[in-house]
């Protein structure tokens, strides 16, 4: 199921600053990922959004919907060669 997440409240806390920062990936990119990207699970509670950052790479995003509806990102990380060709095979 994909869903789509655009008027979410992001919740950013020193945690998952560092797990979605230590890659090189900035908040404004992740919070631009989720919003305008589909979603899929990829495990019990946790999604995945793929898409172009603000500065054109691509980047997947992990995250939850917190029940007061908050978006709490886990991590991000720029998308492999491998994982850009497959992505841009699925356009």
């Not at 899929?40 to 793929?50: C, E, P, T, W």
């Not at 997947?60 to 841009?88: C, M, S, Y």
Request: include cysteine.
């Amino acid at each position: 199921m994909i869903l789509r997440v655009r008027h979410y409240v992001f919740r950013w806390v020193e945690w998952n600053l560092d797990h979605a920062t230590r890659h090189g990936v900035r908040v404004e990119e992740c919070e631009q990922v989720i919003r305008e990207n589909g979603h899929r699970k990829v495990g019990d509670k946790k999604l995945r959004a793929v898409g172009r950052g603000s500065g054109g790479r691509w980047l997947q995003v992990i995250f939850v919907i917190q029940p007061d509806r908050e978006v709490f990102v886990i991590h991000a990380r720029p998308l492999t060669d491998a994982e850009k060709r497959r992505e841009r095979r699925l356009l």
